[in-house]
């Protein structure tokens, strides 16, 4: 008996510590205060290897696409120094930030965070730069899309957002065929050049939408040619009368995949599992990638309490090759996290 005792001590010491350590010579840099004018800012979080196994950095992610990482590839060995380099663009975003870079590797500690925040001093604005996005009718948006935001299922919504006019001439805008769910006008319908006018808009989530991100287009008239608007909307559940106590809860047994390489012919493959351990049953309403490489499906829509769905995620066969981040949103009827949030990430070749 005494020497299993032994067997199973010297398993757990090796166990222990035949690990892999990054051990970070800091893991927060104030940039303090940098001027927009001047562009990007960067700093090397740099770590040494203090386990007695090489360290695989597996993936590194930032919390806003304003900041890019850029990471040792290689191994570290034991003993050897490796770094985590954050950069942070400042475009557009003056005043405060404090940003986040998640690591995920097979160190003892699976997943760091550092941090990356300062102070930005803006530079003089322009009315383009209150107008960022132009369409190709020349016209320019402060935002990407026709933004409705977040919205509840049932309801309508009504919005209005700014238009420059910024295509050389004086132009008539309309718009044409636009479904039911939608009411879109602008005014003025004329606008001068260098001129500004504005899109009252209407949307009707219970005529249309699904929950979670919808994103759709419509046909503007300018000067009678047609051009593409984009719209999107976030429709989501009402949880105010819901109690909480008795609610479904979803959790997962993962909430990231690295699949590695793969070929374009051949789809990489991961099973999440989704458990609901509320109190009653549990919806998965909508399952979507923000990547249109990556396909998703659950099981089952529905679980009781204690129930367990799989939901297998998947490159699509014949996708453009290059780096796969996709983000997965399971949009469920838990009122603690609606938005589950998957990853599942590799490269395509």
């Known amino acids: 008996m005494k020497g299993i005792f032994s067997v199973i001590f010297l398993f757990s010491f090796f166990s222990v510590f035949s690990q ?4 970070f010579d800091k893991r927060v840099h104030d940039f ?44 570290v060995l034991p003993g050897k120094r490796g770094f985590i380099k954050a950069t942070f663009n ?27 925040k300062g ?38 919504k009504q919005i209005q957002m700014g238009v420059l006019n910024n295509a050389g001439k004086s132009v008539s805008v309309s718009f044409a065929a636009l479904p039911a769910h939608l009411q879109m006008s602008i005014e ?11 899109i009252k808009a209407s949307y009707h989530s219970a005529l249309h939408g699904d929950f979670g991100l919808n994103r759709e287009q419509v046909t503007m008239l300018v000067d009678g040619n047609k051009y593409v608007l984009p719209v999107s909307v976030y429709i989501e559940e009402d949880f105010s009368g819901v109690d909480v106590a008795t609610a479904p809860v979803v959790e997962v047994d993962k909430k990231y995949y690295n699949f590695g390489q793969t070929i374009s012919a051949q789809s990489a493959t991961f099973t999440f599992q989704l458990k609901n351990t509320g109190k009653s049953p549990l919806k ?33 066969a014949g996708a453009d090759k290059g780096k796969v981040t996709a983000v997965l949103s399971v949009i469920t009827n ?16």
């Open 90 to 116: 400042p475009k557009d975003r003056p005043g405060y930030f404090d940003k986040t870079v998640t690591v995920y590797s097979n160190s003892r500690t699976a997943v760091v965070e550092l941090k990356i």
């Open 20 to 23: 892999a350590v990054m051990q």
């Open 188 to 198: 003025p319908g004329q606008i001068p050049d260098k001129g500004q006018a504005v």
């Open 334 to 349: 838990s009122p603690a996290t609606p938005d589950l949030k998957l990853r599942f990430y590799g490269e395509i070749q």
């Open 119 to 156: 102070t930005v001093e803006g530079k003089t604005r322009t009315v383009l730069d209150d107008y960022p996005y132009e369409l190709a009718s020349g016209l320019r948006l402060p935002l990407e899309d026709v933004s409705f935001m977040k919205i509840h299922k049932g309801l309508v």
């Open 32 to 75: 303090g205060s940098i001027k927009e004018v001047d562009g990007p800012v960067a700093y090397d979080f740099e770590f040494v290897n203090t386990g007695s196994s090489p360290v695989l950095i597996k993936n590194v992610e930032s919390s806003c696409g304003c900041t890019s990482p850029e990471w040792t590839k290689q191994p």
């Open 284 to 316: 998965v309403h909508r399952i979507y990638s923000n990547d249109d490489r990556v396909a998703a499906e659950v099981a089952r829509q529905e679980l009781k309490p204690g129930e367990t769905a799989a939901v297998v995620v998947k490159t699509v």
